[in-house]
């Protein structure tokens, strides 16, 4: 009856170890998951909206508010990274901005990198509009008039001078704004876009608020969600079938998605673990 | 044995393993690529145990963080909304917000301290006037709304929208009546309430296991870097 | 005086606030957008809170010697070479000391700050975060059990929503997933929801009517 007692008492290192294995594993095999990521339903409206942007019309631009700190980014970069590839392929224009302060400078590194990588031109296909204080007063005012909110982009440069802004006012100029968030920002996008603007409003979170989402996903206050790292690789996908088919880009999501199955799994199988070492001592006392 | 030994010897098989790294695998050369290394398996070291260098790491970053937050409030709050407007083009009513917002420095001064209230009084008030009416309607007025059991929903074919709604209802009014009666031990609807914890279990429940999805995916993302970016291992 | 001003300034500024809401007229218009705008304006100094207190904090634990006072200098450290490296590198036009970066010249602090957040900053924020999958995994394992009818559903609830992401392409189980998200979760994230708001109302026209003091702080 030792062994089950011992079950229920495992160090807590070897779960760490465990842990790093199953994860540094799939990553260095490059294991492959069996049949095509398919895509949930959420994730679809999301890129559905973004394929039925005109780049020409009236709301032909996204607004990207990249509301993270360091803390969530690897969970929210995928996302991003793949959202802003969809919108360079098909030539939307993209207003970049941030409600928490750090957020500001991700946007840069990662619309930088992936710009050169398109042959995108600053101020022509996007803009770095930056981070403002107090983000009720941010999203309202930019019903009014962006430039009211943003005189000058991140660099000080105004952003009448820009010609990515041309023609773009308020939300009314806006097709979709999307927020990549890894705390409650996007309630502050249904609460004061979405109500007042009547703009559509998609979010990218950590799995962390998936659950919280449904009810706005219910009430259509949300367009579409992108769920976690998951949704990322899912999007990664949709994105890769439709323009960079012959194209080798990286597709950070769809790496991680076999080591995420596989820790899971683990998780899963320590918790069972639990249990059985449990109801096992607990009939025998 | 003694105390420092395990320490020295985690540290020594430490440089081999980067000293192998560095012979025989593609490692990158950047200088930065390896700062960023260091620094994050300076702070999984808290999973041996609490060190001194994942102290150090640590307060560098909450250093850094407000340094940064210190430098971009300058540059694209006070100097682009406030002191560029007022200076350079010459919008002298600015004048009274940046003087309701200097208030905030009277915090330091322990004489006139109770004049920080003045402007967070004024955000709180503005901030509260504006929310109230907007989150009325986002949430109770829409959210009840899209909860309504529609006539088609009930398709002849499919009528599981229309039981699904139902449910739903339930699960809504029962979970409200968990919150708002279940303190009271014999109230009349604390059978109601029962039935609202089955429906926020199961919620909490699906809640958790996203959160463990959530952590691991963050793991991976470092693990990623560590072997993509810093080690070269897996493909570029 | 120290508490009827600020109690006067709220209860005006949040009734006119609402009032507003309901009057679209142009003069309403403009009020709301200056109000926003000088919102904006004051909240870039509140900063200056955080800051100091940060600062007093470390600087008392220097001073005291107090326990794990020797970190204190670092942090203090770290906040004012990332404060200077961006107070001079990001200004507009800046370029100062050139340095030739992949063909192009910016100035070394321009550099040296984009370097400290991207290759310190992330790295740091985002390990800290991850080291949470081994605690949540060691944790789920040590007190994840099904003792009575509410840790199963718990229990059962957290695998198949897992589960559901891992068999998502192979198994109907992602339908099962997607169903209990979007009906029996959607049901208490919205009785949630509306609970909350309610409270959230209440607490915000308390504090308009002056009844919630918590921000006023101290007794003086």
């Known amino acids: 009856m030792k062994f089950w007692e011992r079950l229920g008492k495992i160090d807590r290192r070897i779960i760490y170890i465990v842990l790093a294995v199953v994860v540094i594993i799939p990553l260095i095999l490059t294991v492959k998951l069996p049949g095509k990521v398919r895509a949930m339903p959420r994730t679809k409206d999301v890129f559905d909206h973004i394929e039925n942007i005109d780049p020409n019309g009236k709301r032909r631009s996204i607004l990207i508010s990249v509301d993270f700190d360091p803390q969530t980014e690897p969970e929210l970069k995928p996302q991003l990274e793949a959202v802003v590839r969809h919108a360079f392929a098909r030539n939307i224009p993209l207003l970049v901005m941030a409600l928490p302060i750090q957020g500001t400078d991700i946007g840069i590194e990662v619309f930088t990198r992936l710009a050169e990588e398109h042959n995108k031109e600053y101020g022509i296909d996007y803009v770095i509009l930056g981070w403002k204080p107090s983000p009720v007063a941010v999203i309202l005012g930019m019903g009014n008039f962006i430039e009211q909110v943003f005189p000058t982009d991140y660099w000080g440069t105004p952003l009448s001078e820009l010609p990515v802004m041309e023609g773009i006012r308020n939300y009314d100029d806006v097709g979709l704004v999307m927020d990549f968030t890894g705390s409650s920002f996007y309630v502050y996008w249904v609460y004061y876009a979405h109500t007042p603007y009547d703009v559509p409003v998609a979010t990218g979170v950590t799995s962390v608020s998936v659950a919280d989402i449904y009810p706005f996903l219910g009430s259509k206050q949300f367009i579409g969600m992108l769920a976690g790292m998951k949704a990322g690789a899912e999007y990664e996908r949709l994105v890769k079938d439709k323009y960079y088919q012959d194209q080798d880009i990286f597709l950070r999501g769809t790496q991680a998605l076999p080591a995420l199955s596989a820790s899971l799994l683990v998780i899963i199988l320590f918790v069972i673990l639990g249990n059985i070492s449990h109801f096992a001592t607990r009939r025998k006392s | 044995m003694k105390k420092w030994v395990p320490t020295v010897i985690f540290l020594a098989v430490a440089v081999v393993l980067i000293v192998l790294a560095i012979v025989f695998l593609p490692v990158s050369k950047s200088v930065w690529v390896w700062i960023a290394a260091l620094l994050t398996l300076a702070i999984f070291s808290i999973l041996y145990r609490d060190n001194p260098i994942y102290r150090i790491a640590e307060h560098i970053f909450v250093g850094l963080s407000l340094g940064y937050g210190l430098a971009m409030i300058w540059h694209l709050a006070l100097w682009q909304i406030a002191l560029r407007p007022l200076f350079v083009e010459g919008r002298f009513i600015l004048i009274i917000p940046i003087a309701i917002g200097l208030l905030y420095f009277t915090r330091l001064i322990p004489k006139v301290s109770w004049l920080v209230r003045i402007p967070i009084s004024i955000a709180l008030g503005l901030g509260s006037g504006i929310a109230i009416p907007l989150i009325f309607q986002a949430t109770i007025f829409e959210q009840t709304k899209a909860s309504l059991v529609l006539p088609e929903m009930f398709a002849p074919g499919n009528p599981w929208p229309g039981i699904w709604a139902i449910i739903l209802i339930i699960g809504i009014v029962t979970t409200l009546a968990y919150f708002f009666f279940s303190r009271k031990e014999k109230s009349v609807l604390s059978p109601v309430s029962k039935v609202g914890i089955i429906f926020i279990m199961l919620g909490f429940g699906a809640t958790f296991g996203l959160t463990v999805m959530s952590r691991v995916s963050l793991l991976i993302g470092r693990v990623q870097f560590l072997l993509r970016e810093w080690l070269g291992i897996i493909a570029q | ?220």
């Open chain 3, 1 to 220: 005086m120290k508490r009827r001003i600020p109690l006067t300034l709220t209860l005006v500024l949040g009734i006119v606030m609402m009032i507003q809401f309901f009057i679209p007229h142009q003069f309403s218009q403009d009020f709301k957008n200056t109000a926003l705008e000088w919102l904006r304006v004051i909240g870039g100094f509140a900063f200056i809170i955080g800051l100091a207190s940060f600062i007093t904090h470390h600087y008392t634990k220097i001073k005291h010697k107090k326990e794990g006072w020797a970190y204190s200098p670092i942090a203090l450290g770290a906040l004012v070479v990332m404060a200077v490296v961006g107070l001079i590198g990001r200004s507009p036009n800046m370029n100062w000391i050139p340095v030739t970066v992949q063909g192009q010249q910016i100035s070394v602090f321009t550099y040296l700050f984009s370097n400290f957040f991207t290759h310190m900053m992330i790295p740091l924020g985002a390990t800290m975060f991850s080291v949470l999958a081994f605690y949540i995994a060691s944790a789920a394992y040590r007190s994840f059990r099904a003792k009575s009818l509410v840790s199963i559903l718990l229990l059962v609830a957290a695998f198949v929503i897992m589960l559901a992401i891992i068999f998502y392409n192979v198994l109907p189980l992602g339908d099962l997933g997607e169903w209990l998200l979007s009906v029996p979760n959607m049901a208490a994230k919205r009785g949630i929801l509306l609970g909350a708001s309610l409270g959230g109302i209440a607490t915000s026209l308390k504090i308009i009517l002056g009844i919630e003091r918590g921000y006023l702080g101290g007794t003086k």
